[in-house]
């Protein structure tokens, strides 16, 4: 019999005496024992493993629990291979073996026991005598609060609060959907703004809320996305590198303080996206790394469970505990914190083993593909817990290939998203934009191409905090031309998004047309603010957000190629770009026309679906947002002239440099613009 044999063995002979003992005097060894108590019924393990448990976070971990009239804390946790599992902590001295914790006598895995007296915001680690001997401090990974990096160890906390946000959760169903406005403001909470108050500079998550909720109600966004808010241990991985992740990040305050920015935005009818990491985890040595002395969450065979970009960890998508793991986690966010989606970072690099590696040092399955089938199951179970449990909520895949379904519905054969990034979208276009404007003509059809493939998926639009990192420059300075040239490109950027087909994102700070590159360290130069142009553009993504809010034609079809028509996409001589948006009703109708060269474009004859009066709703060229002023003012009576496929058209003024609005002029409603 080997070491861990005869311990399993010892234990529950022990745990057969214990709680013989305690049924005859219940506290006499409460001091020195642990509790043999369960939260887990057979059907409990039975799901979890067979990958369906979600909600796990109601017995993992450590639970304050009251057990015949004693107060404590109930602790579970999974380590199959561990010959020993004790709580240490500041009530015991941080001492491995003076609670220890008993294995279930079914084949589980979980250790669990109550202990007596430990109440909340008791810190403690377990103490893991894993296979071959090995001695392992591990932090919990169903641990509701942390320490503040850098320290490492888990707390016995709750998960109760108040919450005033029933109006919002009522409706949510109706306007947290995909053929309503979605404009996304993504922030990095440590970032965004700073406090020179506080040695650290960062704000806490209610001093967040005070700053954060006004503004993005001024600035018209529907949304916020946070970059990830679990515990991390290492500051400039921006949170993508999580060791707790069922723990808000103590670095703003604790969990219940994450709860109340995120109730205050819904009560302003702010819906909350979180950035989640089920893709890898870190090699830190208190997290979920040979957890239990084996490769335990990780896929041990390296070539599938090491990535060599991030130097970090993958998930073994194989096994079932692991996916009712992170099943568990997402649907924890969704219902303890209230949260309206979440964005699945790095989701290519999850379904193929050879994303960023060469043949030679990949993983195949078992068919010999490249793609992870594990990953695949995973993803479609997650989707489908999500959806199933959960109204009005979306989850939005960060996918870079050209993987088929990411956003088709698992029945018909998808992955199960709501949305995906569109990566292709964003590179093209911002390749384009870097162009001068005299070379422009010969790239025209980069910006036509995403609309060959913009309804095959449900595609969200980023300019993310990966576009104005490691060198690549921020938005602003990655515009050609002199400083008038590139503040101009940039707002017919902007205007291009919010009038192409597909739901929006911004990252900080983009809005007013940031100069640095983002910093995580720092907060935003707010400062900029007091210029003119950096004002104007602030004015334009305001204006753009209630322009997109205000015209169903850029919202109710906005995944749908019944919503967007070309009226003239090979106008390459002038680069010029012209085309409808739709919302399935004609009052609704959008003519737009994108002029992409600094040349004031006169006498432009553009052809209108509809006889009537057209007038120019919006202008990117507007003094407002620091334009030069070349407005289509007064009203624009179509002509029974045929232009290309439409049976009459209007002439007008293209601004440099400028993307400019016209909307046919409704009986009884005299003014478009606002």
């Known amino acids: 019999m080997n070491v861990c044999a005869l311990f399993f063995d010892m234990a529950k002979t022990t745990k057969k005496v214990t709680a013989q003992k ?46 015949n009239g004693a107060e404590g804390t109930y602790f579970a946790v999974w380590a199959p291979s561990a010959c020993l599992v004790a709580v240490m902590g500041d009530f015991n001295g941080w001492q491995r ?29 377990y103490y893991i005598q894993g296979f071959e001997g090995s001695d392992n401090e591990k932090s919990d990974p169903y641990a509701f609060r942390t320490e503040h990096p850098p320290q490492k160890a888990s707390m016995v906390w709750d998960t109760l609060y108040t919450w005033k946000d029933s109006a919002w959760m009522r409706k949510r169903p109706k306007v947290n959907t995909l053929d309503k406005p979605i404009s996304v403001y993504e922030v990095h909470l440590a970032s965004w703004q700073r406090d020179p108050a506080n040695p650290e500079g960062l704000l806490s998550y209610t001093e967040i809320a005070e700053k954060l909720v006004p503004y993005v109600l001024e600035m018209g966004f529907t949304h916020v996305e946070f970059l990830p808010v679990m515990e991390y241990p290492y500051y400039p991985s921006w949170g993508y590198q999580i060791t707790g992740y069922y723990a808000a990040s103590s670095r703003h305050g604790h969990p219940q303080d994450l709860m109340t920015l995120i109730d205050i935005l819904h009560r302003n009818n702010i819906a909350v996206i979180l950035d989640w990491v089920p893709s890898h985890f870190p090699g830190d040595a208190h997290g979920l790394f040979h957890f239990d002395g084996t490769h335990l969450y990780e896929h041990a065979d390296m070539r599938k469970g090491f990535h060599p970009d991030w130097k970090s960890y993958i998930f073994n998508y194989d096994r079932n505990e692991v ?40 993983g195949t399955n078992a068919f010999g593909g490249r793609e992870n089938l594990g990953a695949i199951t995973f993803l479609k179970d997650l989707n489908t817990a999500v959806y199933g449990h959960f109204e009005g909520v979306h989850t939005i895949a960060e996918e870079s290939s050209t993987f088929d379904g990411v956003t088709r519905p698992v029945f018909a054969g998808g992955l199960g998203f709501g949305m995906k990034w569109m990566m292709g979208w964003m590179n093209d276009t911002l390749k384009y934009f870097k162009y001068d404007p005299i070379y422009r003509k010969f790239h025209h059809h980069q910006l036509t191409f995403g609309l060959t493939y913009a309804f095959t998926e449900n595609f969200m639009l980023p300019f993310s905090h990966d576009e104005v990192v490691h060198g690549k420059a921020s938005m602003i300075y990655k515009m050609p031309g002199d400083e008038w040239q590139k503040f101009a490109n940039l707002r017919a950027l902007y205007a291009y998004m919010f009038t192409h087909p597909g739901s929006k994102l911004l990252f900080m700070g983009n809005e007013f047309a940031q100069t640095a590159e983002w910093n995580f360290s720092q907060s935003l130069n707010w400062d900029l603010l007091q210029y003119a142009p950096h004002k104007g553009m602030q004015q334009l993504v305001k204006a753009l957000n209630f322009l997109y809010r205000r015209e169903p034609a850029l919202y109710k079809k906005q995944f749908l190629a019944a919503g967007f028509e070309w009226l003239n996409a090979d106008d390459a001589d002038h680069s010029v770009y ?29 052809g209108v679906p509809a006889k009537g009066n057209w007038e120019e709703i919006f202008n990117s060229d507007d003094e407002l947002y620091y334009g030069s002023g070349q407005l289509n003012r007064g009203i624009y009576t179509a002509e029974t002239v045929k232009w290309r496929q439409q049976k009459q058209s209007i002439v007008v003024a293209l601004p440099p440099l400028g993307l400019t609005i016209f909307k046919r002029i409704r009986p009884g409603r005299p003014e478009n613009r606002t």
């Open 97 to 125: 073996h003076t609670h220890p914790l008993y294995p279930r006598s079914d084949d589980s895995g979980i250790w669990e026991g109550f202990i007596p007296h430990i109440a909340k915001g008791a810190l403690y680690k």
């Open 22 to 67: 305690a049924a005859r005097n219940p506290f006499k060894s409460f001091e020195k024992a642990v509790w043999p108590y369960s939260f887990f019924s057979d059907f409990d393990i039975q799901l979890f493993q067979a990958g369906k448990h979600f909600r796990l976070y109601e017995k993992m971990g450590s639970h304050l629990a009251v057990v």
């Open 323 to 362: 996916r009712s793991f992170l099943i568990s986690n997402a649907l924890f966010w969704l219902d303890q914190f209230h949260v309206d989606g979440l964005r699945v970072d790095a989701v290519a690099s999850m379904l193929y083993f050879d994303f960023s590696r060469t043949p030679e040092t990949s």
């Open 578 to 606: 012209s085309f409808l948006r739709k919302s399935g009703k004609a009052a609704d109708t959008l003519v737009i026309l994108v002029n992409l060269t600094p040349v004031y474009q006169t006498g432009y004859r553009v």
